[in-house]
């Protein structure tokens, strides 16, 4: 949580060809808690209220960015591209990679 407010401040000073790529990652960001939502659930315990605050406000950041409407395209092609990610590793194998990645971080978003 703390690195996604570092990089919230910091966006606002980003040369904009930068601004575009953070937004982008920040989208990658909320995808991701969608996923994890979407797939974890069922094998891990999982955070869900944190797991949506970090997405909602990765998402929020980059709609900000973006526009509304340019924000709804983007984010539509990202979540296509996150689910295409977990479907081609398999949901379980995908999972347990979110998990070391994230306890590694220690952001606790798997309670387990």
């Not at 808690?33 to 605050?53: E, N, R």
Request: net charge neutral; hydrophobic share 40%; proline share 3%.
């Amino acid at each position: 949580m703390r690195s996604l407010i570092v990089g919230l401040a910091l966006l606002a000073s980003t040369p904009t060809f930068a601004i575009d790529k953070s937004a982008e990652n920040l989208l990658k960001g909320a995808s991701a808690q969608a996923a994890i939502q979407q797939f974890c659930s069922d094998q891990f315990q999982v955070d869900a209220d944190l797991s949506t605050k970090l997405g909602k406000a990765a998402h929020d950041a980059a709609f900000q960015v973006l526009g509304e409407a340019d924000g709804d395209t983007e984010f539509r092609g990202e979540l296509s591209r996150r689910f295409d990610e977990v479907k081609s590793a398999g949901p379980h194998q995908w999972c347990r990679n979110q998990r070391a990645t994230y306890n590694e971080y220690k952001i606790p978003v798997f309670k387990n």
